[in-house]
């Protein structure tokens, strides 16, 4: 899944924060929706704080940062 966040309104003071969800299979219409965002931002308009968010719906393991095996026995390799 995607999702593309941006500030609007005055987002360098109290902008209202947006977001649009997009489905796994739809990256590139993500990039083209945040892209429109930035033109527009460059074009005057109050948006600013323009991101897209990705998550996997399929991962294998749980997020985040976790403690090897104990019979994990990683070595550099050095020439």
């Given at each position: 899944?995607?999702?593309?966040?941006?500030?609007?309104?005055?987002?360098?003071?109290?902008?209202?924060?947006?977001?649009?969800?997009?489905?796994?299979?739809?990256?590139?219409?993500?990039?083209?929706?945040?892209?429109?965002?930035?033109?527009?931002?460059?074009?005057?308009?109050?948006?600013?704080?323009?991101?897209l968010c990705s998550e996997n719906?399929?991962?294998?393991?749980?997020?985040?940062?976790?403690?090897?095996?104990?019979?994990?026995?990683?070595?550099?390799?050095?020439?």
């Amino acid at each position: 899944m995607f999702v593309v966040y941006w500030l609007g309104g005055n987002p360098y003071a109290e902008g209202t924060a947006s977001c649009k969800r997009f489905d796994a299979n739809a990256l590139a219409d993500a990039l083209r929706f945040a892209e429109e965002l930035r033109r527009r931002q460059a074009d005057g308009e109050d948006i600013g704080f323009v991101t897209l968010c990705s998550e996997n719906p399929h991962s294998v393991g749980k997020p985040g940062v976790a403690d090897p095996p104990a019979d994990y026995d990683w070595k550099k390799r050095r020439p």
